[in-house]
């Protein structure tokens, strides 16, 4: 990647609370990060860490019992960390940060055909004269992979299968002319095949529409093939962070360790596959040295007292464990996720090329 | 897999229609697979191509418009006995697929689990009911407290598992498990994958094991039917399909896996299946045993253009 990149949203020490029955739970815990404007940010993490709470810090849409209690959001010149009302959020929500959720018919009005939904966008976020709008509107059908557009254009959510849902979706957040995309699980309800077809889709629009992506999930598989970076949260703290490379083939910390060894494309038959033991910390109480500690076998003493620092492993690589201080005794990645390297694709390409015919190529 | 196979489960020319006669929908259309005793056996394809109406159909759920259904030779379609539907849905489970919406959400976990029980034929005591109920959840890995909890109160995984624990406590001896997994977390998966390997290794238990994801099949099943829109196309042992798969539907299902490997995905080809390559027309497919234990579906100069890939691949 290239090293003097525009920076477009900046994060820094953020905390996000939520008050639940008399009780505070600690939901963000410090975190910082750069986003790097056209670049492509995975967010990977079990249930729970706060993938979805953070970014929505980012869009003010956090449920009413949760606040930013800390920290500071850059975006644009203005601290969107110190935005309480709506109408500060109005001029962000869509039109430069957009949001793609993981169940379409949540974000898809059951009642307006698919064609004004998109139209809506457009007015509000293109200032577009309505005579141009239902051209526009189909270009995007189109765009997002939607067979006869015209047609599709005057028909309601239902009428669609869940993957084409998804693009439609996608579809009305593109029509907002956002900056920054963000794609909250895109393809967890939707079958591998479909999955595939969307993440391709995603990246194409990436590039036609100049747009700085966030994808979150909880599966690494999914990210290896659209993400330029991966950020690793556990417990409300991002504790790994760097290139798709950098965190695939030279992970350091254990948490991620642990992430990629659970892949189940790195088991082997007949044998358990690997999981994680334990349950994440609970966040209603205050968070002792490294969260990861008590389910990590080989955790040092310190992990259990002190929150370890970030340690840089390269300029776009960084861990918070203190396996990378010098003082710390040599603990080696399991030695499963060093095949990650000598994965061979499920589908061998030399049977395929002997048919002729066969499936064609996308 | 062993030398004597001892058939548990066969489906023969299974139909399954939805709606009305004016808007007749047939979900599954002409299936037949056998299922052996002790075996994980895989039945995937995408979303709405019939794979839960087939399980569904199993445990008579779901009516069929034709074919028949054996279990241990005895035909279990149609019109049965009561004798024999109790017995039957002692014998036969299902996992279902989303659990959060296959809970009772107002029952507490201790009635959830046993509620089976109550349609059986020997009632148990409310002792023995204790007993069951905690007996199958520790099987599963929850606490016996958790028995007075509602689901809401559970994570996804222990969701699922309260799901496994209600199957487990009729002592079945055929699971089918809709999906049991995708909805999860990476982390529970695995937990849960192993519990029905173990589950399966001390009690001989048989699975029908449905899932979208070819790639965890693939260390869980002994077998794998590809299913497309309601028909089956391939069915094979699963190292062999993964070594030769021949129909390209079957191809285009093995490409879409992510590969946890940011270069050689980044690289990988992606392939879409076009059901209109086929030239169907005038030389309908059939189900076909291309090499032993091999069935695909395909016409004659398909199958031909098949047969020559298999032998260059020895
Ligand atoms: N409205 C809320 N009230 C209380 N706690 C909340 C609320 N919303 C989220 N949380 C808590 O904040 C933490 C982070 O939640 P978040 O939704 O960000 O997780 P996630 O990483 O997106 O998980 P998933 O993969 O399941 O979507 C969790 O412990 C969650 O229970
Ligand atoms: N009770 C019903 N009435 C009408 N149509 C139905 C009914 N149940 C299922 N179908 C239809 O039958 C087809 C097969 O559905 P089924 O639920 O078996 O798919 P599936 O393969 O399990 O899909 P998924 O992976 O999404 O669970 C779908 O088109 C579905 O809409
Ligand atoms: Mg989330
Ligand atoms: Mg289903």
Known sequence: MDTKQEVILSVRDLEVKFNLRGKVLHAIRGVSLDLYKGESLAIVGESGSGKSVFVKTFMGLLDSNGYVSGGSIEYDG??????????????????????????????????????????????????????????????????????????????????????????????????CNPKILICDEPTTALDVTIQAQILHLLKELKEKYD????????????????????????AGDIVEIGTCEEVFYNPQHPYTWALLSSLPQLGVKGQELFSIKGTPPNLFYHVEGDAFAPRNPQALNIDFKERPPYFEVSPTHKARTWLLDPRAPKVEPPESIRNIRNLKPLLNPDFVKTAAGGASDE | MNEKKELLLQVKHLEVTFGNRSHKFRAVDDVSFDIYKGETFGLVGESGSGKTTI????????????????????????????????????????????????????????????????????????????????ESLSDVGLLPEFSSRFPH??????????????????????????EPISALDVSIRAQVLNLLSRLQKERGLTYLFIAHDLSVMRFITDRIAVIHKGRLVELCDTERLFAAPLHPYTQALLSAIPLPDPISEKKKKLLVYDPSIHKYEDNPPTWTEIEPGHFILANEPELEKYRRQLEKLG
């Open chain 2, 55 to 134: 399980g569904r159909a199993i445990i008579r759920i779901n009516p069929i418009s034709g074919g028949e259904i054996l279990y241990k030779g005895e035909r279990i379609s149609g019109k049965i006995s009561r004798k024999k539907d109790k017995a039957l849905t002692r014998q036969i489970q299902m996992i279902f697929q989303d659990p959060m919406a296959s809970l009772n959400e107002r029952a507490k976990v201790d009635y959830i689990v046993s509620e089976g029980l109550y349609s059986g034929e020997h009632r148990p005591s409310e002792g023995d009911r204790k007993k069951a109920v905690e």
């Open chain 1, 78 to 175: 203005k601290n969107l960390a110190q935005y309480t009302q709506d109408k500060q959020w109005r001029n962000i929500r869509g039109g430069q940060i957009a949001m793609v959720l993981q169940d379409p018919m949540t974000s898809l009005n059951p009642l307006k055909t698919v064609g004004k939904q998109i139209c809506e966008a457009l007015k509000l976020h293109r200032n577009m004269p309505k005579k141009q709008m239902k051209d526009a509107a189909i270009e995007i059908l189109r765009d997002v992979g939607i067979p006869e557009p015209e047609k599709r254009f005057s028909q309601y959510p239902h009428e669609f299968s869940g993957g084409m849902r998804q693009r439609v979706v996608i579809a009305i957040a593109v029509a």
């Open chain 2, 153 to 178: 109160e559970f994570s996804g995984g222990q969701r699922q598992r309260i799901g496994i624990a209600r199957a487990l406590i009729m002592e079945p001896e055929f699971i089918i498990a809709d």
């Open chain 1, 211 to 234: 747009l700085t992506t966030i994808y979150i999930t909880h599966d690494l598989g999914v990210v290896a093939n659209v993400a330029d970076r991966i950020a690793v949260m556990y």
